[in-house]
């Protein structure tokens, strides 16, 4: 069973740091682009970051570009999303995913794989 294990969430005063952790399994981590979204309370699911499978290629979405570093690590089967300098709107419950580098977009109507998300809170 293919499974993806966020970590890393929490309570945060805004302007502060967290980082998010995901963990899957080898074959997952080698075959597809891993990445990030987040829900927001009464919105649609929205694109937040990537990595290429490679994990030369990373992609994210314009509010989070300058705070948010998505990173793998091949040895840990593990991709992690450090978001600095928070925000009381980047409060939302985060999902880690992983699928074809185009399935990275909006909604993310065409990922494979979802974690079951892990809740950030940036409070002021």
């Known amino acids: 069973q293919v499974q993806l294990v966020e970590s890393g969430g929490g309570l945060v005063q805004a302007g502060g740091s967290l980082r998010l952790s995901c963990v899957t399994s080898g074959r997952l981590f080698s075959s597809y682009a891993m990445g990030w979204f987040r829900q927001a309370p009464g919105k649609e699911r929205e694109f937040v970051a990537a990595v290429s499978r490679s994990g030369g290629t990373t992609y994210y979405t314009n509010s989070v570009k300058g705070r948010f570093t998505i990173s793998g690590d091949n040895a840990q089967n593990t991709v992690s999303l450090q978001m600095n300098s928070l925000k009381l709107e980047d409060t939302a419950v985060y999902y880690c995913?992983?699928?074809?580098?185009?399935?990275?977009?909006?909604?993310?109507?065409?990922?494979?794989?979802w974690g079951k998300g892990t809740l950030v809170t940036v409070s002021s």
């Open positions: 995913a992983a699928g074809i580098l185009g399935s990275f977009h909006s909604t993310g109507s065409g990922i494979l794989y």
